[in-house]
Nanobody, 117 residues
Framework: VQLVESGGGLVQAGGSLRLSCAAS?????MAWFRRAQGKEREGVAA?????NYAASVKGRFTISRDSTRKILYLQMNSLKPEDTAMYYC??????????????????WGQGTQVTVS
């Protein structure tokens, strides 16, 4: 599966962005991860049978898929400077046990940069 992210950019604190991830095929589990400079990669949100969110983004970010289930979105509202990071889309054909376990995902996109000033 190939994943291509888009939608990143520069936004002021309090603003919004919507990230998209186009997959070449349907996969059961898809997720967004991010890596800020000098920090470890962390799970942001996931979509499989349900949705999961990191505590730091719950209530501000919304993960969803389109009707084909091959495009993954991340609507990010009320952005904060600490949301600045490279955001990656990840997927796996089957279920994952722990949604924020990066090693569980087999396909990754190239990333899209989000900068909140």
């Amino acid at each position: 599966v190939q994943l291509v992210e888009s939608g990143g950019g520069l936004v002021q604190a309090g603003g919004s962005l919507r990230l998209s991830c186009a997959a070449s095929a349907y996969t059961a589990s898809m997720a967004w991860f991010r890596r800020a400079q000098g920090k470890e990669r962390e799970g942001v949100a996931a979509s499989s049978s349900g949705t999961n969110y990191a505590a730091s983004v719950k209530g501000r970010f919304t993960i969803s898929r389109d009707s084909t289930r091959k495009i993954l979105y991340l609507q990010m509202n009320s952005l904060k400077p600490e949301d600045t990071a490279m955001y990656y889309c990840a997927s796996k054909h089957g279920a994952v046990r722990f949604w924020d376990d990066a090693s569980a995902y087999s396909a990754w996109g190239q990333g899209t940069q989000v900068t909140v000033s």
